[in-house]
């Protein structure tokens, strides 16, 4: 039984640094700007992706390996959502803010 827990913590550390090196790739990127309220958010995604695999029953090698691959890619997805949506958003906010230039007037002398 004590074994069973010692592994199962192993396995959680695991997939919770899986689910930190999104968030770091991010943070590193953009120096600074991930946004540290969505660590925690990355860190949950990394442990339900790498926890989802064993529970849809692919267990042995495979299946760890797959767990791994999949506490690594949710939480991507997740900050690469995040980041597109942002730049979605910083782009229409800066194409709402910006003041019409009035045309000049061509004379036809």
Known sequence: MLYDAIFFSLFVAGW???????????????????????LPLSLFAGVVGGLAVPVLGLTGVLGLRL?????????????????????????????????SQPREEQSTH
Do not use: D, K, M
């Open 16 to 38: 919770l640094f899986c689910g930190f090196l999104p968030w770091l790739v991010l943070s590193v990127a953009t120096r600074g700007h991930a946004g540290l309220p969505y």
């Open 67 to 99: 767990s791994f691959v999949a506490a690594i890619a949710l939480p991507s997805a997740l900050v690469g959502a995040r980041r597109l949506s942002q730049g979605v958003a910083e782009r229409s906010h800066a194409a709402s803010n910006q003041p």
